[in-house]
Nanobody
Framework: QVQLVESGGGLVQAGGSLRLSCAAS????????MAWFRQALGKEREFVGG????????YYADSVKGRFTISRDNAKNTMYLQMNTLKPEDTAIYYC?????????????????WGQGTQVTVSS
């Protein structure tokens, strides 16, 4: 089993920044992909961005491209989501997820492991 623990959510004003962390522990596999998803109240879970751990390649949803950045710390098995220029529409619960393989997939159905989620609220 792989355990994922998110941290770093909170309340921020529009235009502000937050950094989320996702620490992975437990059984690991040689090649895996990790991603951030978010789910706003009453909406479906949507892809925010992801990283292929072996290559470091990153991918982003159009809605966050240029504002959000995903990075990793191999030694800590931790993925980060730096969120800048936050907007009220970014308000959601943010989840990190992991799947074996190198491909970052946009569908949440393809991810085997999930964190508990962390709330991000952006006030106008």
């Amino acid at each position: 089993q792989v355990q994922l623990v998110e941290s770093g959510g909170g309340l921020v004003q529009a235009g502000g920044s937050l950094r989320l962390s996702c620490a992975a522990s437990g059984r690991t596999f040689p090649n895996y992909a990790m991603a951030w998803f978010r789910q706003a109240l009453g909406k479906e879970r949507e892809f925010v961005g992801g990283i292929s751990w072996s290559t470091g390649s990153t991918y982003y949803a159009d809605s966050v491209k240029g504002r959000f950045t995903i990075s990793r710390d191999n030694a800590k098995n931790t993925m980060y989501l730096q969120m800048n220029t936050l907007k009220p529409e970014d308000t959601a619960i943010y989840y990190c997820a992991a799947r074996p393989g190198t491909r970052v997939i946009l569908s949440p159905l393809q991810y085997n492991y999930w964190g508990q989620g962390t709330q991000v609220t952006v006030s106008s």
